[in-house]
Nanobody, 123 residues
């Protein structure tokens, strides 16, 4: 069982930045991990994913150019740097691991989830 712990959420004004962290209980090297978000009344949305071996990344169109996913294998941690935040980015953000294959921004393809960290962006 992989444990994931997110941190770094908070409240910011539009245009601001936050960096989310996801600390894992397993070695992050050569794993595919993802960040997802869910706003009240909305479906879960894949935000970004990284292959920590190949360092390949994918982003949802809604965050391209504003968000950056990265890793620190020495700390078994994956990050999500969020810049130019918008009110529509407000959501609970979750880290995911245990990728089983398929589309990397499909939350159904991940087996392990953190408890989430809240991001609130005010206009």
């Amino acid at each position: 069982q992989v444990q994931l712990v997110e941190s770094g959420g908070g409240s910011v004004q539009a245009g601001g930045s936050l960096r989310l962290s996801c600390a894992t209980s397993e070695n992050t090297y050569n794993k595919r991990m993802g960040w997802f978000r869910q706003a009240p009344g909305k479906e879960r949305e894949g935000v970004a994913s990284i292959d920590t071996g190949a360092r390949s990344t994918y982003y949802a169109d809604s965050v391209k150019g504003r968000f950056t996913i990265s890793q620190d294998n020495a700390k078994n941690t994956v990050y999500l740097q969020m810049n130019s935040l918008k009110p529509e980015d407000t959501a609970m953000y979750y880290c995911a691991a245990g990728f089983t294959g398929g589309w990397v921004l499909d939350g159904r393809k991940y087996n392990y989830w953190g408890q989430g960290t809240q991001v609130t962006v005010s206009s």
